[in-house]
């Protein structure tokens, strides 16, 4: 009886957050990391309204506002260079949804919830192998050989958690598109239009993302295929020359952009297929783990931050152990529907920002200018709501 004795395995973005978030609400919870020491590979994270909302209440602002830059506009153009629309970022957009848009180095962001959450309930180099079911409680296994309990653990170990690995048996589903990333400085794409905007532009078989984090620009560059992948989600090595072979013809701010920085490993982008359940034996899944998706929305993280938020509004009211299961299940109903919207968004996506010219892109780019409908119900969303719906926009059917 009492408060449940509360492990997260993974200390990335989700699980610092969720840690962060239940000690805000006075609940003492665990974190497990696999790895010897905290860091991000990975280049920046875009962090919207949704997830800057978030950031702010845990009083991580006066860190993240240092690191981060505010965009000053989104913008969507044609592979040529021709804008196609934009929509402001900057004040206009805190005052639209009451939260900032930052771009931020991902070692930033990592080391801000680091150091708010401290070392004393940090567990470094505890990769997890195995949960063993033990009534009401859990015996957690790590590869170390040592072991503890806990009456709830938390899945927040990525696209590739051993957590739901005990939920299902399903695997990352490829999506047929790789992307590289770069840092640029600003001075090597000295022709680069509105460089202070968040961009993507789009043409056949390919899209460039941009935004700038201070004196650099950060660079998501996806191209169709490889067909098939072999090996586990992550990178892969790819040969010389291809990225920027894939952009030739392109304007020429985007081809010096590729062309300003060694050429990248390659990421397979995976999302994971939704689950009907998140929690089974006191267990519950959180972030990339529940719900993996294609970073077109820009909203892997935001997501996961919104899922900590959540989480730990509900385990907060739970006084009694025996109140668990209600509260994981509150959870879960709250999760699911939305995140599994934007997932299935940022698949669609996809294939929209990769259409050659013709009929469908003029479409596509027609319907562009209904660009803030189609964010306002992902930026807008207030985890506080209690039906957890978009709270000003509609989200798309
Ligand atoms: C190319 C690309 C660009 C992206 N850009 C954006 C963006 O602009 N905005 C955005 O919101 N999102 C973006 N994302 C998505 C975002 O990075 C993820 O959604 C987010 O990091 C998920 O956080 P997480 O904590 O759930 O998982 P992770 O960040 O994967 O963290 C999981 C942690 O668990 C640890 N772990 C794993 N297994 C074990 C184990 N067995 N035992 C102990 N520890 C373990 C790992 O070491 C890791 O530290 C992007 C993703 C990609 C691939």
Redesign the pocket.
Known sequence: MGRPEIAI???????LTLGLALRRHGVRARV????PALGEV?A????AAN?TRILRELGLSPALEAASTVPSELVYRHWTGRRLVSHPVGPGYEAQFGAPFWGVHRARLQQALADAWGTEDLHLG????HVEVLGDENRLVFADGTTTSATLVVG???????IRARMCDDQPVYSGTS?F?GLVPRAAVPDLPDPDAVQFWMGPDAHLLHYAIGDVINF?AVLEGPDRWDGPAGTAPSAPGELAAAFRGWHPAVVSMIEAVPQSPR?G?FALPPLTRWTADRMVL????AH??L?HH???????IEDAAVLADHLAAVTDDADLPGALAAYERRRRPRTRQVQRSSWVTSALLHLPDGDAAAARDRRLADLVDDFAWIHAYDHREPAGLPTRRKAPA
Do not use: C, F, H
Not at 286 to 289: H, Q, R
Not at 298 to 304: H, I, L, P, V
């Open positions: 395995i993974g200390g990335g973005i989700g699980g497990y990391e696999q790895a990975g920046a994270v875009a962090l997830g505890k990769e997890l192998t927040a170990d990525g696209i590739r958690s051993r992307g990333r998501l990421w982008l959180l972030g990339d783990a993996a998706m970073p820009g909203q892997g993280a935001n997501q996961t």
